[in-house]
């Protein structure tokens, strides 16, 4: 061990001054230095690791601040992702609840399903179809149909028959009945196959449906999986993230802590040095110095360590930050999956549409299955009826022979007229192809409106697909009506043949003669409904129309604002052209002003040197200024007067030849005069020349005006300064302007998106309105088909309800009127034929209708494709009007603005000529004759220069107006060029309206005459209708008798059953009120034995009391009876039970009964106490038991 030394008092070791002097070294110093030195140095050392301290707190509380602003930070992230948890809870939530809505939506489709199909089988079973109910109801209808086909046919080869031998007519029922058994075993086996099929194809269905079921419940399945999973797994994500920030926060808060202790301790410290330091400076030992060093140390550690935390704790924030990121990326993808389910939840909504569709049209199908079931049970009883009465009506078979034969001719007629439509077809075909060439010869000449005629040629190819649908329509519309009328035809034929069976059942022939009045009803209805449709038709085609001209009105309106828009964009061009020029001019101008500036500082210099030449040539020179500006002015008038003839020329419109060259002539007699004006100066210059000699004399008179000169050379500066000053304000105005016409181009821009969004509204409008007009055709051809629907079933309808009323009505007659309708079957038979007839007549009508009809159809088309030319032909000479209007604007605004600028030109001239005379005026009083001679030279030269300039302009412009002239020559010739085109063809047009529509007028006048003949026939039919209708009347009558007996019958019935409910209402309302007073007796019972009880007790109580008196007397030698303390209590007891509510008659009935001692005692109790207060002596808790409700229930029960 060292020994300590001693330096100026302080004992050191030797180690730690070695160690001091190492440092010093380390830091530069050397080691001799004193020891007042090494103190001061230590001293800096202490210094610089205050500031460094000071340093480290200030950026430790940054970084705390820091910190904290991260931690707000991470907490709002973790707010974020917390929220956004939430947001996918309800997510999954909401999705859960749709995938149970949507399982309960399948699960009551399939039991609608079912249930249709079990009351079809229902159905099936009680008609009698054992075999179809076993099948699906596709196999019903395929069976209904292949029956109805098998009728048809049959009726079919009846018809054939009858016409090929009607002696040879099946007369027999058995025979029928043979015919009828083996067409029905043929039908049978072919309905077998037509099942198998139709099994076939339900099964094939099924699958497709059970697979896309399958797929459609797998892909939920798997989305509702990867959902949860997903859930799961961003549910773990947040809680990691959560434990994180906590443990971070944790950690946080810690480190706070921590540095919170450190800080202090060093802040105690620093203290504790500084009270050291003040007081002994000199006394520092090397062991402070050493503990100094030692705390530098710890707080240089602490620094790297809280830097590193720091580090570690952006990090961490950066990585949370992407975690979040990486949250809101995994939410959106989430919410984008969420979309694509909702699609998917959309489309089984979809698919459960439509299998409520499905499952209405199967309803709907078994109720016309259920409808022509019964309608065939009626025909097969109308038809077996009707097999009875062939017999008779085989002579009335032969008159019809003859009326068919009629009918052949007329549909000969008929034949013969669709022959000329479909001519007239084909030739409108034709047309339809020599304009489609005519469009393709006008698209190669108008190449300007290309994009606008492609889509008029696409316009016509759908309108001739249109056309050849519709005719593919109305052919299938034909073949439809022959096989209706051939089943009709059929069916009479049939109902003919089978008319022998309905002899035994004599009133149903009188329904069907009902029911064919019906049919007939029906047709006069129809028929009204084909006149009022062809009414509505017009109507609609009038509307149409008048919308077809709005749309063109407002077609054209935008057209022209379009032009409007255009011209006006070059108008602004044409502006900003202008502009551009006048700057151009501008600045021209300005390096004229700028040489003449220098030339006039040059001329200054010169003015010493040449005054007494100035003197002589003054009054030469202002002749000499006074001539040149009269030369100018003249030269402005010549420019101002061939602007206006340039003007007058433009606004001329014909721009014929003649005028150019009239133009041209005066062109060169401007130039003569230019000439003349060019000899004229010569001549002044001569005579200039012979005056400048006679006025030397007047040069020194001169010498006096040059202080004045000079002072109007400083006004000439100014004036010089004052045209910067407005050449600068004149630049200012041109940048204006320019931004203007940005703004005017950008307005433009925004102004064609706009009109080419209107134009692609329009061309949307035509499509609509086409669009419209095919689906209200078809529209029109269901509704045709729905009314037939409707008027077939409710004829139907009113055959079933008559038929109810007859059967009814006509059970208890029935025998009673079989020898009268015996009697009337002739007369029936006859009526027969006739309706047999008329519908026949009708049915020819019929088919004259649908001729029409396809005609009218026809002509539509026609007119509206017409319509359609004359609207594009329309628009097309509007365009051309408007370009036409648009050009001439710009030709008269081109012209204002050229005057504008000549005379804006003129004025700024006028002003630089003046400002030029007033400077020449100065320099030719300083100048000589020679350099007035040149100057004189200079300016002829410029204005050669400028009438050369001007010429250049004036050809310029004429080659423009030549070209101009040319292009609008152009344009008038193809201008006429369309309009005699349009014109032909709106002779076509016109001339194809005016065939049409006297086609459509022969056609109503046809019409009409066959409305009269089948109002005539129609006033016969109600003329026998009403003879039906009065035996109809007397059968109404009779039945209404029957029904008033029997509602007498029924209401008797009522009255009786009325009687019963009223008297068991009675005896329910007594049982009622009996239960009510068993009640009310049960609880008189319970209330009668609790006064019992407490009588007992009183009587008790009131015997002891009577003892005790007893004995008292018997001790004080006076002797007592025992019937007194019995006189005492029977005289208070009645008394209490008055006050308790209780009757007089209770209290001795019962004492009387329950205890025979007490009843011949009861008079002398009542009265050996007559004062006697009751209920005196009672105990309280008797005296409550007396006063309980129950008691007085009692008594009010006792009183009533």
Sequence with gaps: MSRPTAVNGILTNKNELDEINRRLKQNGIDPRIGDQAKLQELWHLFARTEADLLTSKQALSGAERQHAVEMQEVESYMEQVRHLSEERDALTQEFEMENDQLKKDVEKLRQEIADGKREVTQLLIQEGFMDLADGTPSEAIAYFLVERTRTMDELREAKRKAASSPGGAITTSKQVQEVLDKERKIMEEEMRTEREKVRKMKDSIEQIYAKELNKVKADSKLKITSLESQKRRLEQEARHHHQKTRDLEFEMDRLKKSLEREKKERREEVEKLQQQL??????????????????????????????????????????????????????????????????????????????????????????????????????????????????????????????????????????????????????????????????ETERRKCLELGEKLTSTEEKWEQIVQRYKNNEKDLANKLDKLTRDLDFSKSELEANHQRMHQIQQEHDKQLEDARGETQTLKEQLQQEKGLSNQADRHRETIKELEGIVDELKKDRDVLARELQIMIGKEQKHKEKMMSIEQSAEEIKRLEAQLENSVMKQSSLVEELSEEKKRNQKLQDQLNFSQETLKIAEQSTDHLKESIGRKSAELVKQYDWSKENQLKLENKVKSLQRELDEARSMTHQDKTAVSWRLEREEKRVKELEDMLTEKKEE??????????????????????????????????????????????????????????????????????????????????????????????????????????????????????????????????????????????????????????????????????????????????????????????????????????????????????????????????????????????????????????????????????????????????????????????????????????????????????????????????????????????????????????????????????????????????????????????IREYRLEKQKQEIDKSLLVSSSGGLVFPSSPLSTLNSTVPKTTLTSGLGLSQSPSYISTHDPRFTNSSHSLRSSQPGRIPGHDLSPANRELLRSPELSNTQSSDEL
């Design 278 to 439: 003040p007081g002994s400076p000199r006394d520092l030992n090397q062991s402070e110095l050493s503990q100094l060093r030692e705390a530098k140390k710890k707080l240089e550690m602490e620094l790297s360590t809280t830097k590193y935390r720091l580090k570690t704790g952006e990090e961490d924030k950066h990585k949370l930050n992407q975690r979040v990121k990486e949250l809101t990326e995994s939410l959106d993808t989430e919410k984008k999956r969420r979309s694509s389910y909702e699609g998917t939840i959309i489309k089984l909504k979809s698919v459960v549409d439509r299998n409520k569709k499905l499952v209405t049209s199967l309803e709907d199908e078994k109720q016309t299955l259920s409808e022509e079931k019964s309608a065939l049970q009626m025909r097969i009883g109308f038809l077996e009826k009707d097999l009875q009465e062939l017999k008779e009506q085989e002579r009335s078979l032969r008159n019809q022979t003859t009326s068919l034969k009629s009918e052949q001719t007329i549909i000969e007629r008929q034949e013969s007229e669709i022959k000329s439509l479909r001519e007239e077809k084909e030739q409108q075909a034709l047309k339809l192809q020599r304009t489609m060439v005519s469009l």
């Design 713 to 1094: 050379l400083v006004e000439a500066r100014r004036e010089s300064g004052r045209i910067l000053m407005n050449q600068t304000r004149a630049e200012e105005r041109a940048q204006e302007e320019a931004r203007l016409r940005l703004d005017v181009e950008q307005r433009n821009k925004v102004l064609e998106e706009e009109m080419t969004k209107q134009w692609t509204q329009l061309k949307d409008l035509m499509a609509r309105l086409t669009a419209n007009e095919s689906a209200k055709q078809e529209l029109e051809v269901q509704l045709e088909k729905q009314t037939n629907e409707t008027r077939q079933r409710y004829s139907e309808i009113q055959q079933v309800q008559a038929e109810t009323n007859a059967t009814t009505s006509t059970l208890s007659v029935v025998q009673q009127r079989a020898q009268a309708a015996e009697r009337k079957i002739p007369e029936l038979q006859q009526q027969l034929d006739e309706k047999s007839l008329r519908l026949q007549a009708t049915e020819a009508q019929l088919r004259d209708l649908t001729s029409t009809k396809i005609d009218l159809r026809t002509c539509k088309d026609d007119i509206n494709r017409l319509k359609a030319q004359l609207h594009e032909e329309r628009i097309d000479k509007s365009l051309l009007n408007q370009q036409l209007e648009d050009a001439k604007q710009q030709v008269a605004a081109c012209i204002e603005r050229e005057e504008r600028l000549r005379h804006e030109n003129s004025d700024m001239k006028h002003r630089l000529i003046e400002t030029q005379n007033k400077l020449y005026a100065t320099e030719d009083k300083s100048k000589s004759v020679e350099d007035m001679h040149s100057l004189a030279e200079q300016g002829k030269k410029s204005l050669r220069d400028q009438v050369s300039s001007l010429q250049q302009e004036v050809q310029r412009l004429q080659t423009e107006l030549m070209q101009t002239s040319q292009r609008l020559d152009a344009q008038i010739t193809k201008y006429e060029e369309h309009k005699l085109h349009h014109k032909n063809k709106i002779q076509q047009a016109r001339e194809i309206f005016t065939r049409h529509k006297s086609v459509l007028a022969d056609s109503l006048m046809k019409l009409q005459q066959d409305l009269n003949t089948t109002n005539a026939e129609l006033q016969k039919e109600q003329n026998n209708r009403e003879n039906l209708q009065k035996k109809h009347d007397s059968l109404l009558e009779e039945h209404r008798k029957l029904l008033a007996l029997h509602s007498d019958a029924e209401e008797a019935v009522r009255d009786q059953n009325r009687n019963v409910s009223t008297m068991d209402y009675r005896v329910k309302y007594l049982e009622r009120e009996n239960g009510v007073l068993q009640d009310r007796i049960d609880t008189l019972s319970r209330q009668r034995v609790a006064m019992e009880k407490l």
